[in-house]
């Protein structure tokens, strides 16, 4: 059975840093491109960062600059580093696996059940 499960969330004051982390289990991810997303109340989910197999990176402008996605292929995890975090990046974050490395194609095969991230002022 796959699995991701995320961890590293929580409250946080705006200016701060968080890092999150997502463990899969329950298949090889060889191959595999990777994401977080995210999802506040009343929100779509919205596409946070990717990484594909060898190690592409790719972010939307909302977190580009403040998000650093990284992936340890050994491990099967993935994290993604959040600095200088503001009051609109608090939102349920998601991990998520994609089978054939096309990390901005939608949508993923695999999620985790999220991990909040609050954000105080």
């Known amino acids: 059975q796959v699995q991701l499960v995320e961890s590293g969330g929580g409250l946080v004051q705006a200016g701060d840093s968080l890092r999150l982390s997502c463990a899969a289990s329950g298949r090889s991810f060889s191959g595999y491109a990777m994401g977080w997303f995210r999802q506040a109340p009343g929100k779509e989910r919205e596409f946070v960062a990717a990484?594909?197999?060898?190690?592409?990176?790719y972010y939307p402008d909302s977190v580009k600059g403040r998000f650093t996605i990284s992936r340890s292929r050994t491990e099967n995890t993935v994290h993604l580093q959040m600095t200088n975090l503001k009051l609109d990046d608090a939102a349920a974050y998601y991990c998520?696996?994609?089978?054939?490395?096309?990390?901005?194609?939608?949508?993923?095969?695999?999620w985790g059940q999220g991990t909040q991230v609050t954000v105080s002022s």
């Open positions: 990484i594909t197999w060898t190690g592409y990176t």
């Open positions: 998520a696996a994609r089978a054939d490395n096309s990390p901005l194609k939608f949508p993923y095969d695999y």
